[in-house]
């Protein structure tokens, strides 16, 4: 289970007649600040019947990253956790509630492109640089939250005293609840796993589709990824439709979403390349690595001319190969529970793996820091939040593939269709697009607080009962 972590949260929970503190364990991943972790810390408040330990992987809170889009049930939250101002400072002008351009979309593997869609929506997406929605993040999280740095999980066993911690440097560290914010490469999932699949395998059940969920799968795809200054784009193609609205560019096996963020400054940019037949191989090279530019100008080469522009002015590019997880049966066991990318990580096709973690967190948050959450209620809290955010997690994560099969002409009644091909119609794609927006309208059309009124109300029921 090598490679980059992410954050394990937990809480000090109740006893049954009194309030006692419950440990908070927290790894971060190794960029230094997830959004998951750090939101299930900043929505706990402060803290004062819980004692919170966020163990980091990284040797230091670094603001890392490139851009990340919030929609209006994340942003929602946000407001809720009172960050709104903060946040709106980083963006060119404060958000409303008015209508506002979410995505051009363009067919832009031939020359010329077409637009053939213009998405509005209420609000619109709320695009920000990572390191900028982190440092919001951080400046609220409660002082009396310890943060533990350069503090790498190795594996955890839950016994009738708590789960029990061992870090990769030898220390060790008991909590009564586990939450685990690690990543894609989850030791934590690996070690949840392993165990529900010896426990399948003992009452004679099939142990296989636990120990599918513990490592993750290439999706057939890599992303290169960075940001373009935008007075540089600017001085290359004054008019350039990025400098201020949100784009998709559409191709064969191919496709570019960009969006100005950092208040204009900047234009981000993530350029998708695929070969469908590797789905679900294993991609033996780094995940990550820098790219050189002439890499990716060719995989763009017979695009149209603006494409070709926004990629020459992008310096320093990275390229991520895109992995994802097979649906886990649940996000929990006894103890511990998975949040974020350790529970679901997915392609970033709805632009969903952001807001996934922030609801994770915030109904998670929202359970444990209820006074009926107890020591002994905690395995009851757990299926609670697993009953909720479980099946949530997985519809996304599924059509988060779906969605980017269909940007890249390669879902139904698309498959025949050859890069560059003029034949494929405006009207064809429009259709194809309206279908796909019925799939996604969950963004910005329900409430998380749905949810977590549901988890809460779940959790009263179980109290009622044990009155009775």
């Known amino acids: 289970m090598q490679g980059r972590q992410g954050k394990l949260d937990g809480v000090r929970l109740r006893t049954e007649e009194k309030q006692t503190q419950q440990l908070v364990a927290y790894v971060q991943d190794t960029r230094g600040g997830g959004i998951g972790g750090l939101t299930f810390a900043l929505a706990l408040g402060d803290c004062k019947s819980l004692q919170v330990d966020l163990y980091e992987a990284a040797p230091r809170l670094a603001e890392k990253g490139a851009g990340i889009t919030l929609w209006e049930r994340g942003w929602q939250i946000m407001k809720r956790l009172g960050v709104q101002a903060d946040m709106d400072g980083l963006l060119q002008s404060p958000r409303n509630d008015t209508e506002a351009l979410t995505f051009e979309f363009r067919k832009g593997d031939q020359e010329p492109g077409e637009s053939f869609y213009q998405l509005f929506l209420k609000g619109g997406p709320i695009n920000y640089h990572r390191a900028e929605l982190q440092s919001v993040l951080l400046k609220h999280i409660s002082p009396a939250c310890r943060f533990h740095l350069s503090r790498r999980l190795s594996s955890y066993s839950e016994r009738e005293d708590g789960v029990h911690l061992k870090f990769e440097d030898g220390t060790t560290a008991t909590c009564d609840i586990l939450v685990a914010a690690d990543g894609i490469k989850s030791v934590a999932r690996g070690n949840m796993m392993e165990d529900q699949a010896k426990a ?269």
Request: with cysteine; glycine share 6%; hydrophobic share 35%.
């Open 200 to 468: 399948a395998d003992a009452q004679g059940d099939d142990a296989s589709p636990y120990l599918q969920c513990i490592q993750p799968f290439f999706s057939g795809s890599v992303a290169y990824r960075g940001l373009v200054r935008s007075s540089i784009l600017r001085e290359c193609m004054p008019d350039h439709r990025t400098l201020t609205t949100p784009t998709q560019y559409w191709g064969k096996n191919k496709h570019l979403i960009v969006y100005p963020i950092s208040q204009g400054r900047f234009v981000n940019v993530v350029a998708f390349c695929s070969d469908p037949k590797t789905e679900g191989t294993v991609y033996d090279k780094p995940w990550t690595r820098v790219a050189e530019k002439d890499e990716l100008l060719k995989q763009y080469e017979t695009w149209e001319t603006e494409v070709k522009v926004l990629l020459k002015c992008l310096d320093d590019p990275t390229m991520w190969a895109i992995h994802a997880l097979k649906p886990l049966r649940s996000y929990v066991s006894s103890r511990v529970v998975l949040i974020g990318d350790a529970a679901h990580a997915m392609t970033p096709h709805q632009g969903a793996g952001a807001s996934q973690a922030i609801e994770d967190a915030y109904i998670l948050a929202a359970l444990v820091n209820n006074p009926r959450c107890t020591i002994a209620s905690v395995p009851d809290v757990l299926r609670i939040y697993d009953s909720i955010r479980q099946p949530f997690g997985n519809r996304v994560q599924a059509a988060s593939r779906h969605q980017g099969q269909c940007y890249e002409l390669n879902g139904p009644g698309f498959a025949h269709i050859l890069p560059g091909d003029k034949s494929v119609t405006s009207e064809a794609l429009r259709t194809l697009l309206q279908d796909l927006i019925k799939g996604w309208n969950w963004q910005w059309s329900c409430s998380a607080e749905t949810d977590k009124e549901q988890a809460l109300s779940k959790l009263c029921e179980i109290d009622l009962r044990r009155a009775g």
